[in-house]
């Protein structure tokens, strides 16, 4: 399998506090995306690390990539209500590009 | 919003009984998948296109099929529904530039 895991699970934050989330993945990579679902709804792309880069912002987004290790963060600085919502990394094989695998994702709730 | 529908939203069906969603998208890309969204899995890639007629096999692939005659319709089949296959479908998109996945709006499929 591609794909690994998401860590935590679960995670609960006061607003203005900063979220982490972790992903692992098991196979050499060429893309790494982190997508975010509303509740019911379809997922929304965030942001993309290629496999050469270690490190990618974006607004109050900041991801990592460690390729040594399999192993991206996701950093949400200064969270908002309105950032409530599950987060996935989703990662695309080094010989299989056009295979995208998605991890088991992290659900943030920040509270206001 | 990527152009991308998905058909019917909603299904009630019966354990035995085939079913066929349908993806369509108006864009012209070449890449499509079809995904399965269950608790606490994430969402697991079920089938891909990479063109017309050119199909592969994702993580979850048994007691489905899928067929792509034209570029926008991407056809995901459960050859004879079982209760294990209630579950939210995703169909996505993939841009070829920016590697970035846009999703339909899911299909609930409900197998009593």
């Known amino acids: 399998s591609q794909q690994g895991e998401e860590d935590p699970q679960a995670l609960s934050i006061q607003e203005g506090e900063n979220a982490t989330m972790n992903c692992s993945y098991k196979?050499?990579?060429?893309?790494l995306q982190w997508y975010r679902q509303n509740s019911g709804r379809g997922l929304v792309h965030l942001i993309l690390i290629r496999s050469n880069e270690r490190e990618k912002h974006s607004g109050r987004l900041r991801v990592t990539l460690d390729t040594s290790k399999k192993s991206s963060s996701l950093l949400i600085t200064a969270s908002r209500a309105a950032d409530t919502a599950s987060y996935f990394c989703a990662t695309d094989g080094e010989t299989s590009y056009d295979k995208v695998i998605f991890g088991p994702g992290t659900s943030l709730s920040v509270i206001p | 919003d990527a152009g991308i529908t998905q058909s019917p939203r909603h299904k009630v069906t019966e354990t035995g009984t085939p079913v066929t969603l349908r993806c369509h998208q108006t864009e012209n890309h070449r890449y499509m998948y079809w995904y399965r969204q269950d608790p606490g899995h994430g969402l697991r890639l079920i089938h891909y296109?990479?063109?017309?007629?050119?199909?592969d096999k994702g993580e979850v692939s048994d007691g489905y099929s899928v067929s792509r005659s034209k570029t926008e319709d991407f056809l995901l089949t459960l050859e004879s529904a079982t209760s294990s296959q209630t579950s939210v479908y995703f169909c996505?998109?993939?841009?070829?530039?920016?590697?970035?996945?846009?999703f339909g709006p899911g299909t609930r499929l409900t197998v009593t």
């Open positions: 196979t050499s990579i060429n893309n």
């Open positions: 296109s990479y063109g017309v007629k050119d199909t």
């Open positions: 996505a998109i993939r841009d070829r530039g920016s590697y970035e996945q846009y």
